[in-house]
T-cell receptor, first 112, second 114 residues
Framework: AQSVTQLDSQVPVFEEAPVELRCNYS??????LFWYVQYPNQGLQLLLK??????LVKGINGFEAEFNKSQTSFHLRKPSVHISDTAEYFC??????????FGAGTRLTVKP | NAGVTQTPKFQVLKTGQSMTLQCAQD?????MSWYRQDPGMGLRLIHY???????DQGEVPNGYNVSRSTTEDFPLRLLSAAPSQTSVYFC?????????????FGPGTRLTVL
């Protein structure tokens, strides 16, 4: 079965600094990759997803991610973060089945 | 447009009690799913459904039952609650599949089992 590892449980960063949230996956077949964001006391919402085609995927709120098949990674980046980006971020993977697997999450804290 | 709704928002149960968490969506989505969220473990899939009358198990199905009699509703039943089921439960839906479609999440139900 597919699985996801988010390499950092917490990432503190200052406002307007760049940030990278790391995600590695394992699967024996082709995969579909997602990043979701969860603001405090809310459900998750989609930031971006990779299904096929260009390996650089742009999402909402200025985030982007790059699919790297050789390194089995799908890292999320933003060149300049805002206080409002403080949230928990989840990487997720699915393959041929209908069950999506989520990582443990990375808590991004943006400090003024 | 309400999206995905869940009731109740909070619930406290005693060990051995049963209850049903309600989930409804008004987007005519075929795929619906239930996840539990625990600290340090992310979201884990409990059960999912690809359409009315069709359900299947996810990663952690033990202790939970589901049914899908209509497209709109996907209730989750705890048969005999245990402290290990203390968690936040999220329902989600997507247009067709859980494989490639964006999933739309409800606001969650926070369950405590004493």
């Amino acid at each position: 079965a597919q699985s996801v590892t988010q390499l950092d449980s917490q990432v503190p960063v200052f406002e307007e600094a760049p940030v990278e949230l790391r995600c590695n996956y394992s699967s024996s077949v082709s995969v579909y990759l997602f990043w979701y964001v969860q603001y405090p006391n809310q459900g998750l919402q989609l930031l971006l997803k990779y299904l096929s085609g260009s390996t650089l995927v742009k999402g909402i709120n200025g985030f982007e991610a790059e699919f790297n098949k050789s390194q089995t990674s799908f890292h999320l980046r933003k060149p300049s973060v805002h206080i409002s980006d403080t949230a928990e971020y989840f990487c997720a993977v699915s393959d041929h089945g209908n069950d999506m697997r989520f990582g443990a999450g990375t808590r991004l804290t943006v400090k003024p | 447009n309400a999206g995905v709704t869940q009731t109740p928002k909070f619930q406290v149960l005693k060990t051995g009690q049963s209850m049903t968490l309600q989930c409804a969506q008004d987007m005519n989505h075929e795929y619906m799913s239930w996840y539990r969220q625990d600290p340090g473990m992310g979201l884990r899939l409990i059960h999912y459904s690809v359409g009315a009358g069709i359900t299947d198990q996810g990663e952690v199905p033990n202790g939970y039952n589901v049914s899908r009699s209509t497209t709109e509703d996907f209730p989750l039943r705890l048969l005999s609650a245990a402290p290990s089921q203390t968690s936040v439960y999220f329902c989600a839906s997507s247009p067709r599949t859980g494989r490639t479609d964006t999933q739309y999440f409800g606001p969650g139900t926070r369950l405590t089992v004493l």
